[in-house]
C-alpha cells in the first residue's frame, strides 16, 4: 500500500536532514528525489537520492524556498509526496496548501493546524483552553512599548520577550526591568517584521510570557493518526543552548520526575487533539524544576532537529511512521522508552562565542561503533557554505543509563575528527566535563554560565 500510495518522494530540504529522509524513504522501497542549489551540488543527499533536481542559485529564496520550482520538480520527477523536513518551508501552511492543490501528498500536518500553532499567541490561548498549562503573559498581540511597559507590569518581571511568529528562539530575550523591556521588546519587534509578510501574521506582533527563573526546556513528542488518536512518545530535554538556540538534548530529562512526566505526556497529547493534529509534532515547555511543574512554550508542526534521541530511546523510526501516517496507514506504536540518549549538534562555529565558521573540509572522520548514531550531511572534500544553517552533522549515543551514555559521548566526541571549518566539537567535550551538566541539574542557563567564566 505505501508503495502505491507514495511512490516517489521529494524532500524539499537539504544537508543531514535530507540525506536522514532519504535513508528512510529507500528502506520503504519507495524512490527519493533531492532538491538542491547550486551551492549544494557536491553535497551526500544529491548523490545519494535517486534523482536530484537543481532548482536555482545559493540564495533560498531562489532555490528552498522557491514553491513554484519545489512543485515543478515534483511534477517532473512523478513525486507523488512531499517531505519538508525541518525549517524552509517545513511550517508553511501556504506551502502546504500548494502542495495538496497540486494534487500531491504533504507529509505532515492539515495546514489549518501549522497555521493555528504557528502564531505563538493564538496557540497560547487555544492550549489554555484545551486545559494545557500556559504562564501568565499576553493574550492579544502587543505591537508598541507602551503596551509592552503596561502588561509587563501586570505580568510582573522578569518577562520572556518573543515574536509572535517565527521559531528557533529568534527576536526572544528576557527583560528583568523596564529598562530592558525596551531593548528586548524593539529586538523583538525587529524580528517580528520579518515575519509580517508570511502566511501567519498580519503585522509585527510580539508577546509577552512570565518568564520561569533556572527553567529547563523540556519537549514531547506526539504522533497523530489518521484515526484521531494522539501518541505521546517520550520526552526530550534541550535545554542546552546558546542565544535560545538547541545544542545538546537528551532523551529523557534527568530533570523531570515520573509524576511530573506523566502530566506533561498527557497535556502535550491534549495539545494534539485540540487541534486534530496529524504526523509527528512537538509540544515544547518551560519547566520549573524546584516546583516540578511545566507551562506550555509553542508546539513545532514538523520533525525536530533533535529527534533522533526519540529514536534511540523507543526504536521508532519517525520518518517511516510520518510516511505511513501520511499514506492513510494507523501504525500500531507501543511508545515505550528504554534507555538513555543524547545528541550532540556539530556546527561549523567557533566553539568559544559561537559565530558560525564555514569552510572547505579537508578531514571528516566519524565516530562508530555500538550506542553511536552520527547523521551528517558532509564529508572530506566538501564545503560548508555561509548561505544556510551551520549544521553538519548529529552526534547521537545511546547507553542503558545515562551515565553510561555520557561515557560513550566522550568517547565519540574525541573520535570524532573535522578539519577545515572551524566547529564546536571542543565546546561538545568541554560540556562533557562540566559538573553541572554531568549531574544532570541543570537549566537553560547553563551555556551562559560556562562561558561567563
Known amino acids: 500500500m505505501l508503495n502505491e500510495t507514495l511512490g516517489t518522494v521529494l524532500i524539499a530540504n537539504r544537508g543531514e536532514i535530507a540525506r536522514r529522509i532519504i535513508r528512510t524513504v529507500q528502506r520503504l522501497g519507495l524512490r527519493a528525489v533531492a532538491v538542491h542549489s547550486e551551492a549544494d551540488a557536491d553535497l551526500p543527499f544529491v548523490t545519494e537520492a535517486d534523482e536530484a533536481v537543481l532548482l536555482g542559485p545559493a540564495n533560498p529564496a531562489q532555490s528552498y524556498l522557491d514553491v513554484d520550482k519545489v512543485l515543478e520538480a515534483a511534477r517532473a520527477t512523478g513525486a507523488k509526496a512531499i517531505h519538508p523536513g525541518y525549517g524552509f518551508l517545513a511550517e508553511n501552511a501556504a506551502f502546504a496548501r500548494a502542495v495538496v492543490k497540486a494534487g500531491l501528498i504533504w507529509i505532515g ?25 500556559v504562564a501568565a503573559g499576553t493574550r492579544e498581540p502587543v505591537t508598541d512599548l507602551e503596551q509592552a511597559r503596561a502588561r509587563a507590569e501586570e505580568i510582573g518581571y522578569p518577562v520572556m520577550v518573543k515574536t509572535a511568529g517565527g521559531g528557533g528562539g529568534i527576536g526572544m530575550s528576557v527583560a528583568h526591568d523596564a529598562e530592558g523591556l525596551t531593548k528586548a521588546f524593539e529586538q523583538a519587534a525587529r524580528a517580528a517584521a520579518r515575519f509580517a509578510s508570511g502566511d501567519v501574521l498580519d503585522g509585527p506582533a510580539v508577546l509577552l510570557e512570565r518568564y520561569i527563573e533556572r527553567a529547563r526546556h523540556v519537549e514531547v513528542q506526539i504522533l497523530g493518526l489518521p484515526d484521531g488518536t494522539v501518541l ?17 538534548e537528551e532523551s529523557p530529562s534527568p530533570g523531570v520526575t515520573p509524576e511530573l512526566r506523566e502530566r506533561m505526556l498527557a ?37 525536530q532537529v533533535e529527534h533522533p534521541v526519540t529514536e534511540l530511546v523507543t526504536g521508532l523510526d519517525l520518518v517511516e511512521l510520518q510516511l505511513r501516517v501520511a499514506a492513510g496507514e494507523n501504525p500500531e506504536v507501543r511508545p515505550e522508552v528504554e534507555g538513555h540518549a543524547i545528541e550532540f549538534r556539530v556546527y561549523a562555529e567557533d566553539p568559544k562565542r559561537f559565530f558560525p565558521g564555514p569552510g572547505a573540509i579537508t578531514v571528516w572522520e566519524e565516530p562508530s561503533g555500538d550506542g553511536v548514531r552520527v547523521d551528517s550531511g558532509y564529508a572530506a572534500g566538501t564545503t560548508v557554505t555561509p548561505f544556510y544553517d551551520p549544521l553538519m552533522a548529529k552526534l547521537c549515543v545511546y547507553g542503558q543509563s545515562r551515565a553510561e551514555a555520557l561515557e560513550l559521548g566522550r568517547k565519540a566526541v574525541d573520535a570524532f575528527k573535522v578539519e577545515g571549518p572551524k566547529n564546536n566539537l571542543p565546546f561538545c567535550a568541554e560540556l562533557l566535563g562540566n559538573a553541572e551538566f554531568v549531574s544532570g541539574e541543570y537549566d537553560t542557563g547553563l551555556v551562559g554560565r560556562m562561558r561567563a567564566t
Do not use: W
Open 232 to 248: 505521546a512518545l517520550g520526552e526530550r530535554d534541550c535545554s542546552v543552548q546558546r542565544r535560545h538556540q538547541k545544542v545538546v
Open 109 to 133: 500536518p492539515a495546514p489549518e493546524a501549522i497555521e493555528r500553532m504557528g502564531d505563538k499567541i493564538n496557540a497560547r490561548n487555544l492550549m489554555e483552553r484545551a486545559g494545557v498549562p
Open 267 to 303: 497535556a502535550a497529547v491534549k495539545a494534539g487533539e485540540a487541534v486534530g493534529y496529524l504526523g509527528a509534532g512537538t509540544v515544547e515547555c518551560l519547566v520549573d524544576a524546584d516546583k516540578q511543574d511545566f507551562v506550555f512554550l509553542e508546539m513545532n508542526t514538523r520533525l
